[in-house]
C-alpha cells in the first residue's frame, strides 16, 4: 500500500469516525427532546433548543459548534 493509499484510508476511517459521531449526538437529541417534552422537535433541532433555552445562546451560535462541542455540553443533561 503506498503512502497515498495509506493516506486516503486514514481519511475515510476520519469520515466514519465524524458520521458516527453526528449519528450519536442527534439520537442524544432524540432523548432529550422526549426528557423535555419538545413533541415538535427531534433530533439536531432539539439540541438547538435545549442550549438555547439553557444558556440563553442564540440558534446560530449553537450551529456554529462542532458535533464533539455539542456531545461535551450534553453529557450532563442526559
Same mark, same amino acid.
Given at each position: 500500500?503506498?503512502?497515498?493509499? +495509506?493516506?486516503?484510508? !486514514?481519511?475515510?476511517?476520519?469520515?466514519?469516525?465524524?458520521?458516527?459521531?453526528?449519528?450519536?449526538?442527534? @439520537? /442524544?437529541?432524540?432523548?432529550?427532546?422526549?426528557?423535555?417534552?419538545?413533541?415538535?422537535? +427531534?433530533?439536531?433541532? !432539539?439540541?438547538?433548543?435545549?442550549?438555547?433555552?439553557?444558556?440563553?445562546?442564540?440558534?446560530?451560535?449553537? @450551529? /456554529?459548534?462542532?458535533?464533539?462541542?455539542?456531545?461535551?455540553?450534553?453529557?450532563?443533561?442526559?
Amino acid at each position: 500500500m503506498s503512502v497515498k493509499d +495509506e493516506l486516503h484510508e !486514514a481519511e475515510r476511517k476520519c469520515f466514519i469516525s465524524d458520521a458516527e459521531l453526528r449519528y450519536i449526538t442527534t @439520537r /442524544q437529541g432524540d432523548a432529550l427532546a422526549k426528557k423535555k417534552g419538545y413533541k415538535d422537535l +427531534e433530533g439536531m433541532d !432539539a439540541i438547538i433548543r435545549f442550549l438555547c433555552d439553557k444558556h440563553h445562546w442564540f440558534p446560530h451560535q449553537v @450551529r /456554529q459548534l462542532s458535533t464533539e462541542d455539542l456531545n461535551l455540553l450534553l453529557k450532563g443533561d442526559l
